[in-house]
């Protein structure tokens, strides 16, 4: 039997919270691990531990463990009783064939009626490494910490930590809708604030059948990476070419991309409301491109009635991209696709679109029959992981 201690550190400082938020992790955790051979998830004192037979899975489990917002760190655990003789002997065993490094032992007793004090246990279990394995201590620069955990009647050995994605587990902090585009920045947008345990929905525009299917094919493997780290989402797939199309009659080519921003951003606020979201997400970055300027934001912000988060706002590009290629969305990224915004809209742009001028642009248009027949001609698609979980 293989076991798992998952920690949440941030959790511990959220007070009376607390057991709801344990809750809301261990709930996903048996969903994120459904469709595996795991036979128990429960709390232990403060943190999680997962328990499954098949040692082959550990990789699996690792690598899925590794991405679930509101886990700090996880590591595979040697169960023993709780006796110091029987956790120096699991040590040794877990060392033993390795090159010495300095090491030393940290031992924590989370059930204090243990009679040996935790200062005592390091200092027997770390002199029996050094005496067996010729190991050399070393209390304040060690290479390799070896965590003992005491409980009631066991006590886990953790050789190798791993590492969390931190943050808070999906659920806690409500929900928004990002606006998801197929490029580099939106994913990671809605993964920022996916970290801090918001839901995140999403919803994608585009001008099929006046181009092509790509931005989707790229949004649906954009989503799915997503979701594998919140486990269950919903994709709006809004066609764009029809708002487009009138855009283009009445809009100076200069405020077409403001015009189309604040009509996605109309559109998506009212799919926001269905999904109780109570704000939207975008991967605006200032001076990225020339249409996302300060001024532009205004414009844009000026047609919203909720607030739209912008994570990446001030951010380079590099620091994204870097962002991009963890998470495992940067591949899909680059994909090359027709882009809806570059449809009909001129090579540079409006910088610096005044508010008096874009809203006497958008006036000329039936904007509420076009809200309204993009919102009909919606598609919603659902997204889980694991697939055929439960
Ligand atoms: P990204 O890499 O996210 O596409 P970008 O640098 O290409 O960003 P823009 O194309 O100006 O920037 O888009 C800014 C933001 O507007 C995007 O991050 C996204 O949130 C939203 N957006 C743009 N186009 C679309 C679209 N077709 N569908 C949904 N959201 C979009
Ligand atoms: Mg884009």
């Known amino acids: 039997m293989t076991s798992v201690i998952v920690h949440y550190k941030e959790l511990a400082l959220k007070g009376r919270n607390r057991p709801w938020f344990h809750q809301v992790l261990v709930r996903s955790l048996r969903t994120l691990l459904s469709d595996l051979d795991v036979v128990h998830v429960a709390s232990v004192n403060g943190r999680?531990?997962?328990?499954?037979?098949?040692?082959?899975?550990?990789?699996?489990?690792?690598?899925?463990?590794?991405?679930?917002p509101g886990i700090a760190n996880f590591a595979r655990a040697v169960q023993v009783p709780a006796d110091v003789d029987a956790m120096a002997a699991v040590v040794i065993e877990g060392l033993r064939g390795k090159t010495p490094r300095p090491f030393r032992i940290r031992a924590k007793r989370a059930d204090k009626r243990f009679p040996v004090p935790s200062p005592e246990i390091e200092r027997r279990v770390g002199a029996r490494v050094h005496t067996e394995l010729g190991w050399p201590v070393n209390l304040s620069n060690p290479d390799v910490t070896v965590r003992i955990e005491v409980l009631t009647v066991d006590a886990f050995v953790i050789i190798d930590r791993e590492q969390g994605v931190g943050g808070l587990p999906i659920g806690t902090g409500g929900k928004a809708l990002c606006l998801l585009s197929g490029g580099i920045d939106s994913p990671v947008a809605a993964w920022r604030i996916l970290r801090r345990g918001v839901k995140v929905q999403l919803v994608h525009f585009h001008s099929y059948p006046i181009l092509d299917q790509t931005s989707q094919e790229k949004v649906r493997e954009l989503a799915d990476t997503l979701t594998r780290c919140q486990l269950r989402s919903r994709l709006y797939l809004v066609p764009f070419g029809p708002v487009q199309k009138q855009v283009v009659v009445t809009v100076p080519p200069a405020l077409r991309v403001v015009i189309y921003r604040r009509l996605m951003v109309?559109?998506?606020?009212?799919?926001?409301?269905?999904?109780?979201?109570?704000?939207l997400i975008t991967g605006d970055v200032i001076g990225q491109v020339a249409s996302q300027t300060i001024e532009n934001i205004r414009a844009i912000d000026d047609a919203a009635t909720m607030p739209i988060l912008r994570p990446l706002v001030g951010f380079d590009k590099e620091d994204i991209t870097l962002e991009a290629i963890r998470l495992g969305t940067y591949q899909t990224s680059i994909i090359p696709d027709q882009d809806c915004c570059s449809l009909f809209t001129p090579r540079y742009p409006a910088t610096r679109a005044g508010i008096e001028q874009v809203r006497a642009a958008e006036a000329l248009l039936d904007v509420e029959a076009l809200v309204a027949q993009a919102l009909q001609d919606t598609v919603v698609e659902e997204r889980r992981f694991?697939?055929?979980?439960?």
Not at 52 to 64: L, Y
Not at 267 to 277: P, S, T
Not at 386 to 390: H, I, L, T, V
């Open 48 to 68: 999680i531990e997962v328990r499954f037979p098949d040692e082959s899975q550990w990789g699996e489990v690792k690598a899925r463990l590794a991405r679930l």
């Open 266 to 279: 109309r559109i998506a606020q009212r799919i926001a409301e269905r999904v109780h979201a109570d704000a």
């Open 386 to 390: 694991p697939p055929k979980g439960k």
